[in-house]
């Protein structure tokens, strides 16, 4: 008969539970540390999502008061009773000998100078309040400002720039307002309060660049891989052209790129003679005034009479500029119609189209906020269960401070790998400003802005980013400065003058994306046949796995590029291996999988209707939760395909 608490053979039994307990307990607060973090996380993600959105629908607010406001204006411009009535203007200063018709010009002419400059502050100040109003939004929300390593609060350096830069200095006044000193003190006193939202602006160095890759450091670095691999061997071994490189090779000839095909139009970032930031977008025209305006203002004006169209002086009217009209784009960019507006406007990403008199572009409120955390967790992971142990964690630290806080929310990376120019991943929100004239047509239906904006409303995550928005930024990358070199080139061959210093690659990379014989068709043969491929080899795709005899090389010039060539899949349920006959879920049907071998996980797949499936499409024996491929190219898209399926967007959990 054993004792209690022994073993067989003698061995005690006592200390087995408290051993169990103090490695549980360890889990358990492993795990509660764990779970601080990840709080932590979840609820500045939290915080920075509802700061967004409340700071981006404050500032798209004070937009709808400045363009009703300036609208109101408009129409007294255009009121007799209001305009003619000596009770609040001041004297005007006559000559001898004017005819009574003269003095009366004089004095029209007077007043709508002074409405002029009214509209003009509006258009200057009006928005500023706007910036205010979203900085106090989002402290409401929980944001606080954080001071740079100089002391300085973010954006004091656009302060600086105000007072010293040449875009501001040599316009002194717009429409006879000394601008600078109360346009650049409102900022100033913005800015010193801390700014915690970061807002859309319209300044220097933000071009709408069509085609938009071109804006993209990483297709300079794919064109450059892929030329490393291509002088390497022949066939190369070659790595995926699924990038931002996509869209530059698929379905492209040389004609593609004969002459100019690309635009890189600063227009909209020279100085807007209004602010800068939460631009509304408008101009000053004496044309607009006809019988058709004259017409709808006499509606909103009731009691009151509208000048007839012939009475009036030379007006400036205060009307929309460009870029409120998607013609405007339609006519200046190839893809406007396909990577914007079928998404903002046809049911792209909404349920159902936007109605007609909501289809125009104009101003939005972009609000950008970040949150920092501290981390309890002193270490991080790294690598997956392949690696060793001793290398699986690495020690938190911040390479700027030294501690172990992370920022949430934001884009913002260090300088060295940032990307100014990138826009396609938005954690911020936008919100747009809504209105429509009486008989349901969208405002610009008159090009005279007039008090008819009643409304805001946010943005979906998914709706791509408007063209020539940016965030409010400073700084010159190189990949701008070649940018602006090369916006006014006409060749990329003839040129003068040579590219910035430091700039040239960039220059050799799209030169050598015109090559389609010795670069491009090596991602995209234009000449490849795939129907004889898919007749030669559909019966025993299993070939494909070492011929390579049907690949593009220079020596075989009628080849399939890397995106033609046959995709290896590999299965990750280990019932599937070596099962041939499956389901085609895109086409209907039954779809094949030939493997590499007996028991291997590798297979290439020959769909429903004989065809086999390239580098360039999905598997269809995969049954995919969403569908579709990953985002489109377009301005504010970010993948391959030509839909915004992934597009990231704000933080969610």
């Known amino acids: 008969m054993r004792k209690s608490g022994t073993l067989p053979g003698g061995r005690r039994e006592s200390g087995q539970v408290l051993l169990t307990g103090i490695i549980m307990m360890l889990i358990l607060l492993l ?156 900022v100033s006193d913005i800015v010193s309060q801390g700014v915690v939202a970061y807002p859309n602006a319209r300044i220097a160095g933000n071009p709408i660049v069509d085609p938009s890759g071109l804006a993209k450091s990483a297709l300079y670095t794919e064109i450059m891989t892929h030329r490393a691999e291509i002088a390497a061997g022949d066939p190369p071994d070659q790595s995926s052209w699924l990038g931002v490189i996509y869209s530059f090779v698929k379905d492209k000839t040389d004609a593609d790129y004969a002459g100019k095909w690309w635009n890189i139009d600063y227009s909209m970032s020279n100085f807007p003679a209004e602010s800068e930031i939460f631009t509304l977008g408008v101009e000053y025209s004496s044309s607009g005034y006809d019988e058709n305006a004259r017409t709808i203002i006499q509606s909103l004006l009731a009691d009151k009479s509208a000048y007839q169209v012939s009475e009036l002086p030379a007006v400036q009217f205060c009307q929309y500029d460009n870029f409120w009209y998607p013609d405007y784009y339609r006519d200046n960019y190839s893809g406007y119609d396909d990577n914007h507006y079928s998404w903002w406007f046809e049911a792209g990403v909404l349920r159902k189209p936007v109605k007609t008199q909501y289809c125009y572009e104009g101003p939005a409120a972009y609000a950008e906020t970040a949150a920092d955390i501290n981390l309890v967790g002193r270490y991080a992971m790294k690598g997956g269960r392949s690696a060793a142990l001793n290398r699986r964690f690495i020690r938190r630290s911040d390479p700027e401070s030294n501690n172990y806080s992370r920022r949430v929310g934001s884009r913002r990376v260090a300088a060295t790998s940032s990307n100014a120019l990138e826009t396609d991943y938005r954690p ?190 999905l598997d269809p024996t995969v049954l995919y939760s969403t569908g579709g491929g990953s985002g489109g190219n377009g301005p504010g898209f970010n993948g391959t395909q030509d839909k915004p399926d992934t597009q990231p967007g704000p933080p969610r959990i």
């Not at 009574?100 to 002029?116: D, F, M, N, P």
């Open 31 to 186: 795990a509660i540390l764990l779970m601080f973090d990840i709080h932590s996380v979840v609820r500045a993600k939290y915080k920075t999502e509802t700061a967004n959105q409340s700071a981006a629908l404050a500032a798209a607010d004070w937009q709808k008061e400045s363009l009703n406001l300036i609208g109101e204006i408009n129409l007294i411009k255009a009121s007799e009773t209001m305009l003619e009535s000596d009770d609040h203007w001041p004297a005007t200063q006559t000559a001898s000998g004017q005819t009574a018709a003269q003095i009366r010009l004089q004095k029209l002419t007077e007043r709508i100078g002074l409405l002029t400059e009214m509209q003009s502050r509006v258009a200057f100040l009006g928005p500023l309040i706007g910036f205010a109003a979203a900085q106090q939004a989002a402290k409401r929300n929980g944001m606080t400002p954080v001071r740079g390593s100089d002391g300085t609060y973010p954006l004091q350096s656009y302060v600086d720039l105000l007072n010293t830069d040449e875009r501001y200095t040599r316009v002194p006044t717009i429409r006879n307002f000394k601008w600078r000193e109360p346009y650049t003190r409102m």
């Open 428 to 617: 911020g929100a936008i919100a747009k400003v809504l209105g429509e004239l009486e008989d349901n047509s969208p405002p610009i239906a008159l090009p005279i802005i007039l008090p008819v904006f009643d409304n805001t409303s946010l943005m979906p995550t998914y709706m791509p980013i408007p063209y020539g928005f940016g965030v409010l930024r400073l700084g010159n990358s190189q990949l701008e400065r070649f940018l602006s070199w090369l916006s006014y080139q006409d060749s990329l061959f003839d040129y003068s003058p040579s590219p910035p210093t430091g700039t040239e690659w960039y220059l050799e990379a799209l030169q050598l994306l015109t090559d389609g014989k010795n670069f491009r068709n090596y991602g995209w043969n234009p000449v490849w046949n795939a129907d004889a491929f898919d007749s030669k080899y559909a019966s025993n795709a299993s070939l494909l796995f070492t011929d390579r005899d049907y690949v593009y090389t220079q020596s075989n010039s009628n080849g399939a590029g890397w995106l033609q060539e046959a995709q290896e899949f590999t299965v990750t349920d280990t019932d599937e291996i070596d099962v041939k006959d499956v389901t085609d879920y895109i086409n209907g049907g039954t779809a094949q999988r030939f493997f590499k071998g007996g028991g291997s996980r590798a297979y290439i797949v020959v769909d429903s209707k004989s065809h086999i499936i390239t580098n360039d499409e």
